[in-house]
């Protein structure tokens, strides 16, 4: 089997600004992002011969190509599950150049979720899929919005490890610290304290309004290319050490309840498995990570899954500081998508570059390899960056 | 373009692998598949067997009783057709697999894992509907 490890690597980054309300097409926040990234790289948009997103994203790829001046799009694809699929392009990218398909390849995501969407509304009224037929049959019995399908998953992870709103609440006060010094974050100045998480409403017991990450309008985009490729520009190559989807059986999207284990798990096992093997690093190789935050308590069993602690002790791991700078395992510096902002996860892969180029606002000292991941409770992905 | 008539039911977003689900609660009876070949029991509709991968499945009526596995209250934002707070949860039936259901009408406070419920059958508004009750 032909291993990606180390083949390829993120030459360059580009983001736009974070926001409730862009004003701007999302198309533009894509071109935006995309010319930055180039520009980070140093590479010519006329190179760039490969696209890959998500399949939610609303920006068609050749239209970003047209608009940046491409000559010759021969690599497009589109990866499926909106947050869970975050790493998916970038394994799609990492593939197609070692595979020789394509040599400039870039990933991006841009949306005016909060300005146009709202993800958290009830889905109803849904053409019937395979996928929504399932929302639809959830649906049925009241189980309408992401927040409440991923709380009926930490309501047994709660009953089966004795983690308690207060563990929670750990996190999310962790998280919106971290944004509180960085300027790009939308709660940046404004930390709050385990009573504010305490007292800020329910959205779905046990989920509280501060246990969900932002709603966001904004862009990110990714430059990849050849390692060797990536040791002649101008930035410290990132290289993509492993990345993987996992999706075991039994898996249902936002809806795995008829499975043994119901804790959003399963499927960031199988892709940490995957992760390890193609890099040949394991969990203690890793100086900090990027663990996806849809909702805050899903880094706990996701702490677990990915393997830093055994099941059920994550609520042990983060009390005791270990996810600080300093600690064993420093998670989301950037202030996570319940800090910075909801930018499907990509905003989370961009923190990852800059850590381990040594250019984040709450650096990691000497991070030289990361974990990041995507949404769980859904088949998901991941992906081990990391700096020579 | 499909209709009551047809289906046999008023339930929004269903196919032809859901509708026996939404037909049989127009005649109170909570249905599963059940596998024709193996006689596995699978209660989020497929047309496929998991355990032997058989297409041919027949109906197989719940007695109604199980126990809460895990459940929610959602409190934010409003939903369509139920009052909120609403609790959900999903059940241990007594036949070894799993349904999700309603359970509006019951104290949230009252809900914990382990208690056990039985099937209420109920009609939101032109929809023949089931919700759990405590037993
Ligand atoms: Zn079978």
Redesign the pocket.
């Known amino acids: 089997m032909t291993n990606i490890s180390n083949r390829t690597a993120i030459a360059g980054y580009g983001a736009t600004e974070f926001s409730k309300n862009s004003g701007r097409s999302e198309l533009r926040l894509a071109v935006e992002a995309t010319l930055g990234a180039l520009a980070d790289a140093g590479i010519d948009p006329s190179e760039v011969d490969g696209m890959s997103t998500f399949t939610m994203d609303n920006n068609s790829e050749q239209e970003i190509h047209r608009a940046i001046g491409g000559k010759d799009l021969t690599f497009f694809t589109r990866i499926p599950q909106g947050g869970g699929g975050a790493l998916g392009p970038l394994q799609q990218a990492a593939m197609a150049i070692t595979t020789g398909i394509a040599n400039v390849v870039v990933v991006y995501r841009a949306m005016n979720e909060r300005s146009e969407y709202r993800f958290g509304q009830p889905m109803h009224s849904l053409p019937p899929t395979s996928d929504n037929v399932i929302f639809a049959y959830h649906g049925f019995s009241g189980l309408m919005t992401p927040a409440a399908m991923i709380a009926l998953m930490m309501r047994r992870y709660m009953q089966d490890t004795g983690a308690t709103s207060l563990d929670f609440a750990n996190y999310a006060v962790l998280a919106r610290k971290y944004a509180s010094t960085n300027p790009n974050a939308f709660f940046y100045q404004k930390p709050i304290t385990i009573e504010d998480h305490q007292g800020s409403r329910m959205i779905a017991d046990p989920l509280r309004l501060y246990d969900c990450c932002q709603e966001s309008d904004g862009g990110v985009a990714l430059v990849i290319v050849s390692a060797e490729r990536a040791r002649d520009l101008r930035q410290k190559p990132v290289y993509i050490r492993a990345a993987a989807q996992g999706s075991p059986g039994g898996t249902v999207s936002l809806g795995g309840f008829y499975k043994d284990n119901i804790w959003p798990y399963d499927e960031c096992a199988a892709a940490a498995r995957q992760l390890y093997a193609q890099s040949g690093l394991s969990p203690q190789d890793l100086d900090a990570a990027i663990l996806y935050d849809h909702f805050g308590p899903t880094v706990f069993p996701g702490l677990e899954a990915y393997g830093f602690c055994a099941k059920g002790e994550a609520k042990d791991f983060v009390k005791d500081g270990h996810l600080e700078i300093g600690g064993r395992l420093p998670i989301n510096m950037h202030g996570g998508q319940l800090g910075e902002a909801y930018i499907h996860g990509m905003n989370g892969v961009a923190e990852a570059v800059r850590q381990l180029r040594g250019q984040a606002v709450n650096q990691v000292p000497d991070a030289r390899n990361m974990l990041v991941t995507a949404g769980s409770g859904l088949p998901t992905t991941a992906a081990i960056l990391g700096v020579d | 373009m499909s209709s009551a008539a047809t289906k046999g039911h008023n339930a929004p977003c269903s196919n032809r692998d859901f509708d026996f689900f939404y037909r049989g609660l127009e005649a109170n009876r909570l249905l599963v598949q059940r596998?024709?070949?193996?006689?596995?029991l699978r209660s989020l509709p497929s047309p496929g067997?998991?355990?032997?991968?058989?297409l041919d499945?027949n109906e197989c009526e719940l007695a109604g009783d199980g126990m809460v596995h895990s459940y929610v209250i959602h409190h934010h934002p409003p939903l369509p057709g139920f009052a909120t707070p609403l609790p959900i949860a999903l059940v241990d039936m007594s036949e070894g697999v799993r349904i999700l259901g309603a359970m509006d009408e019951t104290d949230p406070a009252t809900i914990t894992a382990g208690l056990r419920v039985k099937v209420e059958f109920v009609r939101r508004g032109d929809i023949a509907a089931f919700r759990f009750r405590g037993a």
């Open positions: 596998c024709a070949d193996c006689g596995t067997c998991g355990a032997c991968g058989s499945w």
